[in-house]
């Protein structure tokens, strides 16, 4: 695995062990509606990975974006899908996304990597 995924996964399974070790009831219903919002369901899981990454990227949270990078390209997302997806994002979100495009895709080459 790529040291920049490893690292990605590496820092956000830590910090969710420590978050969720809080036992904060709100919190794990947050993330437990999260899970669940993106199981398989009338859309299918690449479906949604896709529209989580629309949404990440017009709100620039770059670990969001990375997630959803990871989570679709284990889905069977394309490097093409992603691409799409992502202009989508950058027209609805403007040209302030434009630097997470480019994360997105050095993040998007890391997983190719692995592969």
Same mark, same amino acid.
């Given at each position: 695995?790529?040291?920049?995924?490893?690292?990605?996964? +590496?820092?956000?399974?830590?910090?969710?062990?420590?978050?969720?070790?809080? +036992?904060?009831?709100?919190?794990?219903?947050?993330?437990?509606?999260?899970?669940?919002?993106?199981?398989?369901?009338?859309?299918?899981?690449?479906?949604?990975?896709?529209?989580?990454?629309?949404?990440?990227?017009?709100?620039?949270? +770059?670990d969001c974006i990375a997630y959803?990078?990871?989570?679709?390209?284990?889905?069977?997302?394309?490097?093409?899908?992603?691409?799409?997806?992502?202009?989508?994002?950058?027209?609805?979100?403007?040209?302030?996304?434009?630097?997470?495009?480019?994360?997105?895709?050095?993040?998007?080459e890391a997983l190719e990597e692995?592969?």
């Open positions: 695995m790529s040291q920049k995924v490893q690292e990605f996964n +590496d820092y956000r399974s830590k910090m969710n062990e420590k978050i969720l070790s809080s +036992d904060n009831k709100v919190i794990k219903r947050i993330f437990n509606l999260d899970t669940n919002a993106y199981a398989e369901g009338h859309l299918p899981v690449k479906t949604k990975e896709l529209l989580g990454l629309v949404a990440s990227a017009v709100l620039r949270c +770059d959803h990078l990871e989570t679709a390209f284990k889905n069977g997302v394309t490097k093409e899908e992603m691409m799409e997806t992502m202009s989508i994002a950058t027209l609805v979100g403007g040209t302030i996304v434009i630097p997470h495009l480019r994360r997105a895709v050095e993040f998007w692995n592969s």
